[in-house]
C-alpha cells in the first residue's frame, strides 16, 4: 500500500492540486518542455541559502511563473503562493544534507526541503514530471485521470471492507448478548476495521491531490468510513485485557486506555497481507495464546453497547463498566443494583436497564432475521 501522507505533504498537495494558479503554472511549464525549481515560501531561512538572482516581489501568475522558468535559477513565491518574491536565484543547501536524487535540480530540491520547513517543487521536462519535496518526503504528481480512477478503486475496496465490517459488527452484537463472543468474532470486526482506516488515510491522499475536483469522492469517503474509527477502538476498549486482573491487566482508567493504545499501535504495524492473518490479529491485541486458540471465549466489557444508549454521560458508562466488569453483569443487574453505582439514580437505572434490554431484543431480531 502507498504509505499515508504526512499532513505537511498534504498541505503542499493542495497548494498544487488541479484548478490553483500554481499548479496552472506548472502545467505551463511542463506543456513548453521546461524544467523548473519552485520553492514555496520566502522568509528568512530561505534567504539564507539564495545567492544572485533578482528581487520582483510581484503577483503572482501561472503566465509569469511559465516565463521565469525560462532562466536556469530557482524562483521562489511566497508561503501562500500569491506573489513571486524573487527569480534566476541560485540556491546553495549544505552538501552534507543527505539526498538519494541524481539530477542536479532533484538533489537541490531535496537538500532544500530538508534543510528547511518548505515545500519545494521540481519540475522535469526530460521524464515530463513535477515532484514536490517537503521534508524527507517527495511525491510525484499524477495526471488528474490516472489520480480520480486511483481513487475511485479505493472507494470501491473501501465499500467492500465496510460491508464486511457492517456484518460482523451486527454479528458481534448478537454474540454480545448472548454471552457467546469468541476471539475469532473480535478478530472477525477489527480485521476489516483496520482495513478501512488504512485504505481511507491512503484515499484521503489521493482526494488532496486531486483538489475540488475530488470533492464528490471526498463525500462518499467519510460516508463509508463515518463511525470505524470509534468502533475499531470501542471495541479493543472491550476486549483488551478482557480478562482483567486475572491475566495481571488492570480493569481501571489509567491502565486500561494504556492497553488500549498498545493494541491500536500493534494493529497499526502489522503488514497489510498480516491484517488477512487472525492469528496475527489476536496475538497483536493480546488475545493469544489461549488454551482455544481463536475459538477461546472471551467477556466484553461493555463499553460499545452501552455507548448506545442515550443520554448516559461517558463519566457514567465508565462506572458502570468499573463496578460490574463485565457486560453481561451489566444486563443481569438489577434496577436496584444499577443504582448502586455512584451518580446512578433511579431514572437513569431505569433508563439504562430498558436501553439495554431494547439492544437486547433488536440484535437478537437482526441476527436470526438475516
Keep these: 500500500m502507498q504509505p499515508s501522507l504526512s499532513p505537511a505533504m498534504a498541505a503542499a498537495l493542495a497548494m498544487v492540486a488541479p484548478g490553483t494558479p500554481l499548479r496552472d503554472g506548472l502545467e505551463r511549464i511542463l506543456h513548453a518542455q521546461r524544467g523548473a525549481l519552485v520553492v514555496i515560501g520566502d522568509g528568512p531561512q530561505v534567504l539564507s541559502i539564495c545567492t544572485g538572482g533578482f528581487l520582483l516581489d510581484a503577483e503572482f501568475t501561472p503566465q509569469r511563473l511559465s516565463e521565469l522558468a525560462k532562466m536556469d535559477g530557482a524562483i521562489i513565491v511566497s508561503s501562500d503562493a500569491s506573489r513571486i518574491a524573487r527569480a534566476n536565484v541560485h540556491l546553495m543547501p549544505s552538501s552534507s544534507v543527505p539526498t538519494n536524487e541524481t539530477g542536479t535540480r532533484h538533489r537541490t530540491a531535496q537538500r532544500v526541503a530538508r534543510s528547511i520547513d518548505v515545500p519545494v517543487l521540481s519540475v522535469s521536462a526530460a ?75 491512503e484515499t484521503a491522499g489521493r482526494l488532496v491531490e486531486l483538489g475540488d475536483d475530488g470533492q464528490l469522492l471526498r463525500l462518499q469517503l467519510e460516508e463509508v468510513t463515518e463511525g470505524v474509527g470509534d468502533v475499531r477502538a470501542l471495541v479493543v476498549q472491550d476486549y483488551v485485557c478482557s480478562r482483567a486482573a486475572g491475566d495481571g491487566c488492570s480493569p481501571d482508567g489509567a491502565d486500561l486506555r494504556r492497553d488500549c493504545e498498545r493494541a491500536v499501535d500493534a494493529l497499526a504495524h502489522l503488514e497489510f497481507e498480516d491484517l488477512l492473518d487472525a492469528d496475527k490479529v489476536a496475538s497483536a491485541l493480546g488475545l493469544l495464546p489461549r488454551e482455544d486458540g481463536l475459538d477461546a471465549s472471551v467477556d466484553a466489557r461493555g463499553y460499545r453497547l452501552l455507548r448506545k444508549l442515550p443520554r448516559v454521560p461517558p463519566v457514567l458508562l465508565d462506572r458502570l463498566v468499573e463496578h460490574f466488569v463485565t457486560l453481561q453483569r451489566i444486563m443481569r443487574a438489577s434496577i436496584g443494583d444499577l443504582e448502586q453505582v455512584d451518580g446512578v439514580g433511579l431514572a437513569r437505572a431505569k433508563s439504562v436497564k430498558e436501553g439495554l434490554t431494547r439492544l437486547a431484543e433488536t440484535s437478537i431480531l437482526d441476527r436470526y432475521s438475516s
Design 127 to 201: 521524464m515530463n514530471l513535477i515532484t514536490v519535496y517537503r521534508h524527507g518526503e517527495s511525491h510525484v504528481l499524477q495526471r488528474v485521470g490516472r489520480v480520480m480512477d486511483q481513487a475511485t478503486q479505493g472507494l470501491q475496496s473501501l465499500e467492500r471492507f465496510r460491508e464486511r465490517f457492517d456484518v460482523a459488527l451486527t454479528a458481534l452484537t448478537g454474540l454480545e448478548v448472548e454471552d457467546t463472543v469468541t476471539v475469532r468474532d473480535v478478530v472477525a470486526v477489527l480485521q476489516p476495521a483496520e482495513q478501512l482506516v488504512r485504505i481511507s488515510a
